[in-house]
């Protein structure tokens, strides 16, 4: 049998130039995050039922550069949530030193802007320490995200789809725009625009306006910290497999269960929704999906602090022997204190 020599060179030769490029893009990419450029983009959210929508806004570097975050059409997508970005600029890019920003909050009628300095050795050190992702690999951050809420409070996060963690919190100021530059081609009658904007709100949405107002403040008060973390447990036997943590100041994680971050106490504010899978003795799959009441788990925790003695706490959950009930405490040395208005949906799953 002939052994054609030619092809299995080029076939060599071409698996070796795939493994060279590979090895040079990472190269290329350790030398750019050493010039403090990482792969990242601009993209913006606002809470749910709290309308807004971006006039214009731009991440600038030091050497002026700079980086728009993506505007028009109204953005309500959640605190903490990635939104849209634009797909253009370089992939590796400089880490912005100020953020400028005008947009319009739908519910209160009122346009804010803010020119604040963003604290740019914080970002880059956050970018450079990065975290360890669910396949248990060093990863880092892809977006930066700016969130704007009623009254003008305004946070920046680094986002990515395992963990977002915040960068800043900010006040923007009351400001004015004229119609004919942020509409110019539709209503020039601000208050003509913007109530037909609030008619298209989602019932849902106009029930808890009506409800609930607009609650000035309450972004920058989800802000506030305590030492804790969550202990997941079971009356028999349990594998813990991911845990996802979503807390009311717009942080998030996604981890697997041997995350160092699950071991240590660190300072959250409350958590605001919490799924969790698991496997039994059996090796059976089982998930739950919860969803706290606000007012009751910020009592919670604000009464456990109260105590000058408790520095720390643990938010438990105990998992019954049918996998069917979770019951959930707040715990430090000196104190518990049930959790009972949570919504707890407990399922099986697979693999």
Known sequence: MMVNYKIILLVFLIFTACKETNKTSKT?????????????????????????????????????????????????????????????????????????????SYTE???????????????????????????????????????????????????????????????????????SEFNPDGIQDRNKYVKEVQEGFSEETKKVIAEQGIPIGKWTAYRERFL??????????????TIYNNFYNGEHYAIVANNPILQE???YPPSEKITFYWYDKNNNKFGCKIKFEEKEIWSAFKTM?????????????????????VKITLESAQDTIEIKKAEIKTFTTSD
């Open 28 to 104: 290329i990419k350790k030398k750019l995050m050493k010039k403090n450029k990482f792969e990242w983009k601009p993209t913006e959210c606002a809470p749910y039922h709290y309308a807004a929508e971006i006039y214009h806004g731009d991440m600038i570097t030091e050497k002026d550069k700079y980086y728009t975050i993506p505007y028009g059409g109204t953005i309500n997508n959640g605190w903490g949530t990635t939104g849209t970005y634009w797909a253009v600029g370089d992939d590796f890019k400089t880490i912005p030193s100020r953020l400028k920003i005008i947009w319009l």
């Open 228 to 241: 804790w973390k969550p202990i997941i447990k079971h009356v028999d036997v349990l594998k813990l497999a």
């Open 109 to 179: 009628d009122q346009f804010y802007f803010l020119d604040t300095e963003l604290p740019k050795q914080k970002i880059v050190e956050l970018f450079e320490k990065g975290y360890v992702n669910k396949k248990g690999k060093q990863d880092t951050y892809d977006e930066i995200l700016v969130g704007l809420a009623p009254g003008g409070a305004v946070s920046v996060w680094l986002f990515s789809a395992e963990f977002t963690v915040e960068a800043g919190h900010y006040q923007a100021k009351k400001t004015d725009v004229p119609m």
């Open 265 to 267: 106490y660190h300072k």
């Open 305 to 325: 602090y109260k105590k000058e003695e408790v520095e720390q706490a643990e938010l438990v959950f105990a998992i019954d022997k049918y996998n069917s009930n």
